[in-house]
C-alpha cells in the first residue's frame, strides 16, 4: 500500500467512526492544504474547500484558487467557498486596545484564528470535520503554527510527514505546479514573507536538526549546522506549549 493510500483509507475509517459527512479544508495557496485537501478529497466523501483571505497577496489568493478550480474538475465530492474576511477582520482591528504595529505578530496569530472559526462554522453547517493541514517538523518541531488557529483541527493527516514528504507526494498526486513551485509561506503577512524568512533556516536544514536531536547521537557539527541545530531549539522550546497537553492545576486530596 503506498503512504498516500494509507492516509486515504486512515481519513475514511475516521470519518465513518466519527459518523460524518467529510472535510473542510483551508486552501491557502500552500503545499500543505494542497496535499491535505487531494488526500481527503481521495476517500469519495463530501469536501469543502474554503478560501478565506484576509489582505491576501495576489499570488497566494490566485494560487489557491487555481488549486481549488483543479480539485473541483478532478473530483466530484468537491465544493468550494470564498469566504473574505478582509472587512471582518479590519473592524476587529479597531476595537483593539493596543498599538498593532507594535503587536503585529497578535494581529497575525489573529488572522488564522479567525480562519479556524470559520472553518469550524462552516463544518459544523454540514457535518464535517476540520482537516488539518500542519506536517511534522511544524507541528511536533518548530511549532509553527498558530495556537487555536491552524492548531484547531479534528484530523491531522500529513501531521506525521516532513515537509520534504509532503512535496514529494504532493507531486505523486499532482499538485498543480504553481503551488509546488511556490516558496512557503504561512500566509498571515500582507507583505507574503517567507517560512524561512521568518524561521532562519530552510526545511530540509529543520528536518536535518530534528533527527539529529532525536537521535541522541553526538557527531562533529559544522558551523551552519550547529545555527540551525540553535534555531531549531530556540523555536521548539519557545513553542512547547502549542505542543503538549494544556497544563491542568491538580488539588491535592488534603485541599478537596
Same mark, same amino acid.
Request: hydrophobic share 40%; net charge negative; with cysteine.
Given at each position: 500500500?503506498?503512504?498516500?493510500? =494509507?492516509? #486515504?483509507?486512515?481519513?475514511? @475509517? *475516521? ?9 473542510? $479544508? ?20 463530501? #469536501? ?26 478532478? *473530483?466530484?465530492? %468537491? ?8 472587512? $471582518? ?32 462554522? $462552516? ?24 495556537? =487555536?488557529?491552524?492548531?484547531? %483541527?479534528? $484530523?491531522?493527516?500529513? @501531521? ?5 514528504? #509532503? ?8 499538485? +498543480? ?21 521568518? +524561521? ?43 505542543? %503538549?497537553? +494544556?497544563? #491542568? ?8
Amino acid at each position: 500500500m503506498s503512504k498516500s493510500k =494509507y492516509i #486515504v483509507e486512515w481519513l475514511k @475509517a *475516521y470519518c465513518e467512526k466519527a459518523n460524518s459527512s467529510g472535510f473542510v $479544508v483551508g486552501i491557502s495557496g500552500g503545499i500543505d492544504s494542497a496535499l491535505t485537501s487531494i488526500l481527503c478529497a481521495e476517500t469519495g466523501r463530501k #469536501v469543502i474547500l474554503l478560501n478565506m483571505p484576509i489582505r491576501q497577496t495576489k499570488a497566494e489568493y490566485d494560487r489557491a484558487q487555481k488549486h481549488i478550480q483543479d480539485l473541483m474538475k478532478r *473530483y466530484s465530492n %468537491v465544493l468550494s467557498f470564498e469566504i473574505n474576511l478582509s472587512n $471582518v477582520f479590519g473592524e476587529f482591528e479597531e476595537l483593539m486596545p493596543f498599538d498593532l504595529e507594535q503587536n503585529n505578530l497578535a494581529m497575525a496569530n489573529s488572522r488564522s484564528r479567525f480562519r479556524m472559526t470559520t472553518l469550524y462554522a $462552516v463544518a459544523q453547517a454540514n457535518g464535517c470535520l476540520v482537516a488539518g493541514t500542519g506536517n511534522k517538523v511544524e507541528d511536533f518541531g518548530v511549532g509553527f503554527f498558530t495556537k =487555536y488557529g491552524d492548531g484547531g %483541527v479534528d $484530523v491531522s493527516p500529513i @501531521a506525521d510527514l516532513y515537509k520534504t514528504e #509532503v512535496f514529494q507526494l504532493a507531486r505523486e498526486l499532482n499538485v +498543480i505546479d504553481e503551488i509546488l513551485n511556490a516558496v512557503p509561506t504561512d500566509g498571515l503577512w500582507e507583505d507574503g514573507r517567507s517560512d524561512e524568512d521568518q +524561521i532562519g533556516a530552510t526545511y530540509p536544514e529543520l528536518e536535518w536538526a530534528m533527527e539529529y536531536l532525536n537521535s541522541g547521537k553526538e557527531i562533529s557539527l559544522s558551523e551552519r549546522q550547529k545555527e540551525v541545530v540553535a534555531i531549531y531549539s530556540k523555536f521548539h522550546n519557545a513553542n512547547k506549549h502549542k505542543m %503538549v497537553p +494544556i497544563p #491542568v492545576c491538580e488539588i491535592p486530596k488534603n485541599l478537596k
